[in-house]
T-cell receptor, first 113, second 115 residues
Framework: EAGVTQSPRYAVLQEGQAVSFWCDPI?????LYWYQQPRDQGPQLLVY????????NSQLPSDRFSAVRPKGTNSTLKIQSAKQGDTATYLC???????????FGKGTRLTVV | AQKVTQTQTSISVMEKTTVTMDCVYE???????LFWYKQTASGEIVFLIR??????ENATVGHYSLNFQKPKSSIGLIITATQIEDSAVYFC????????????FGSGTKVIVLP
């Protein structure tokens, strides 16, 4: 069974540039999560979906961050006008409703200079 | 809102000995799950072990076991017979039971296993 796939693995931007991260969850998983993990900190939830619906995006900086999951499968997280404070690893995870385990992708390491 | 706190930032232990990590949590939920995850040097996050809040018995998986003290809102991780490959960052996390809930993580404890 393929795991959670993320791309790209690395990204380096200048402040003000835009970037998109892509996530392919485990086949059949209905719940998809995006986490931000700054260096030497724990993952912090940005947004999560059940199927195509947003369940909670309260931690998503809405002025510059957006996330979609239009068909309830793959998802894209986009940062408009990146700032140095966005430097972090962005993790995608998925799970199946009724199953407690959450599976993580390898993450995208973003550096904003 | 849930909160998870890990106060130990780094622990060094000798190979083949036991290491214990602390975690305390806050929640208003009556039913919840508690987890420990391991993040390797490559950044991969791997599930290790889970404790269901309604279970009194401490969970055990391989050389990982938990010390669940519900009155203290505490869930410690114990790794016995440590190996070099146990060197990693360990995260405590929790989520409420029920519909599509998300994990809340602590800040992590780095474990260094010395030969």
């Amino acid at each position: 069974e393929a795991g959670v796939t993320q791309s790209p693995r690395y990204a380096v931007l200048q402040e003000g540039q835009a970037v998109s991260f892509w996530c392919d969850p485990i086949s059949g998983h209905d719940t998809l999560y995006w986490y931000q993990q700054p260096r030497d900190q724990g993952p912090q939830l940005l947004v999560y979906f059940r199927d195509e619906a947003v369940i909670d995006n309260s931690q998503l900086p809405s002025d510059r961050f957006s996330a979609v999951r239009p068909k309830g499968t793959n998802s894209t997280l986009k940062i408009q006008s990146a700032k140095q404070g966005d430097t972090a690893t962005y993790l995608c995870a998925s799970s199946l409703e009724g199953n407690t385990e959450v599976f993580f992708g390898k993450g995208t390491r973003l550096t904003v200079v | 809102a849930q909160k998870v706190t890990q106060t130990q930032t780094s622990i060094s232990v000798m190979e083949k000995t036991t290491v214990t990590m602390d975690c305390v949590y806050e929640t208003q939920d009556s039913s919840y799950f508690l987890f420990w995850y391991k993040q390797t040097a490559s950044g991969e996050i791997v599930f290790l072990i889970r404790q269901d809040s309604y279970k009194k018995e401490n969970a055990t998986v391989g050389h990982y076991s938990l010390n669940f003290q519900k009155p203290k809102s505490s869930i410690g991780l114990i790794i016995t017979a440590t190996q070099i490959e146990d060197s990693a960052v360990y995260f405590c996390a929790m989520r409420q039971t029920g519909f599509a809930s998300a994990l809340t993580f602590g800040s992590g404890t780095k474990v260094i296993v010395l030969p």
